[in-house]
């Protein structure tokens, strides 16, 4: 590719996981044809980066070339800005909130475990009281029915087969045909 017909592009490092690749994202606007409103585009970019040099949120100046990889082909041709490192990290400062905030609630559960023993220590006196008085009600009930009289439904019976179709019946009712084997 001729030097002059390359691409030159500036974005954004995102992703830098790779050994000797970064990910950058170029974010642009395009005018949307029919509602005519700005649409955020993103073009994200497999970079060649061969010492490691980007991190995380810098921002760096691409170049199009040859095919490195399958999806790498554009190399690294600057860093343009580097991202500003905080001396005290996010972690740091919530330890020295922490106390601040979460005292009210240690002591809010503290007193709530407090009352949980209390309860617990009245209601293991309770029960005993209360065995005996459920004692004393079923001595006065009237004794249980014994399981044998408990009545289990009736099973459906059978259909009957072929071989034992039952008789068709005459519409006067009754047993008319055993009636007339008879006079005979």
């Known amino acids: 590719m001729v030097r002059t017909m390359r691409k030159v592009r500036v974005g954004d490092v995102v992703r830098t996981n790779q050994d000797k690749t970064a990910i950058v994202e170029m974010i ?21 980066d061969p010492e490691n040099q980007c991190r995380l949120g810098d921002t760096v100046r691409i170049e199009e070339t040859r095919p490195i990889s399958k999806n790498k082909h554009w190399r690294l041709l600057a860093i343009l800005n580097r991202r500003q490192v905080a001396e005290i990290r996010p972690i740091d400062l919530e330890t020295d909130v922490a106390p601040e905030i979460t005292q009210p609630r240690i002591l809010a559960a503290e007193a709530r475990a407090e009352a949980a023993e209390t309860e617990s220590e009245t209601a ?28 289990e439904e009736p099973e459906a019976e059978e259909e009957p087969t072929a071989e034992e179709a039952p008789e068709p019946e005459d519409e006067a009712g009754g047993d008319v045909p055993d009636q007339q084997e008879e006079e005979k």
């Not at 009281?129 to 009600?137: A, I, P, T």
């Not at 001595?139 to 029915?145: G, L, T, W």
């Open 28 to 48: 642009w606007k395009q005018r949307h044809r029919l509602y005519r409103k700005q649409v955020r585009r993103v073009a994200r970019f497999y970079v060649h």
């Open 124 to 151: 293991e006196d309770e029960p005993e009281v209360q065995e005996e008085s459920v004692e004393e009600e079923a001595a006065d009930e009237e004794p249980a029915a014994p399981e044998d009289s408990i009545r």
